[in-house]
């Protein structure tokens, strides 16, 4: 599927960063490249950027600050982290500074298109609704969330901050109210993608998700003992605007 998405690559590696920049060019995306945080920096200011595959590993600062600031300053725009593979750690604090998903290195390029076009779905930036699909509401624990808009708001109307991926995942939880979710079916749902034995993504964004939720007052999701997870909270699905 040819798309517009426009991505810049970070990578202090001249080699890859050029041979990523023409691999996704070839893939029909738009691709801006930089070496450092100066100029990433830059390219945000310059153009729109919808995604970021971002190094952890760079001369002048490390990606997982890059991606901490971004997150700190409210930016929505979705980040891949290139990990080595034996930096387990740093995927991990990754994806709980709000990283979309991780790759290790080596890898192959058709993966990481994969799971960029993985996280552009749930971001919403390339898929269109479907025509004709009503709009569709949850209510939940004093919270509204819209799929359309991709919009929480807490009970005094505010706007709870969620990265594509944590919404994605309350989002199954809304469609399954009641159903206990393994961590494989949420992995699979959410990312399309099975689980290795080390696999702690769903349980890092299920931290991050509780934790923006307030669920520690309001007992939103229960974690089922050798099952998995489940939204424990009455649903309501009504028809309009948020």
């Known amino acids: 599927m040819q798309t517009s998405a426009h991505i810049l690559v970070v990578d202090d590696d001249p080699q890859i960063r050029h041979l990523l920049g023409r691999y996704l060019d070839g893939q029909g995306f738009r691709v801006t490249l930089a070496g450092d945080r100066r100029e990433l920096e830059a390219k945000l200011a310059d153009a729109q950027i919808d995604l970021i595959v971002l190094d952890v590993l760079l001369p002048d600062a490390s990606g997982l600050d890059i991606c901490k600031a971004l997150r700190a300053r409210r930016s929505p725009v979705p980040v891949i982290l290139l990990t080595a593979l034996k930096e387990d750690v740093d995927r991990i604090i990754g994806l709980e500074i709000g990283a979309d998903d991780y790759l290790g290195k080596p890898f192959n390029p058709r993966e990481l298109v994969a799971r960029i076009r993985a996280v552009l ?97 309001f007992q939103i999701f229960k974690t089922v003992r050798n099952g998995g997870y489940q939204l424990a909270a009455k649903v309501e699905a009504a028809e309009g605007a948020a």
């Open 121 to 217: 779905r749930r971001s919403g930036g390339t898929e269109p609704a479907a025509a004709g699909a009503p709009d569709r509401v949850y209510r939940f624990a004093g919270f509204s969330a819209d799929p359309a808009t991709r919009c929480v708001l807490d009970r005094d109307g505010a706007d709870v901050q969620l990265t594509g991926a944590e919404f994605e995942l309350l989002n199954v939880f809304l469609e399954r109210p009641g159903r206990v979710l393994s961590r494989d079916q949420l992995l699979d749902l959410t990312q399309g993608r099975a689980a290795d034995p080390f696999d702690r993504s769903i349980d890092v964004l299920m931290s991050r998700l509780r934790r923006k939720l307030g669920d520690g007052t």
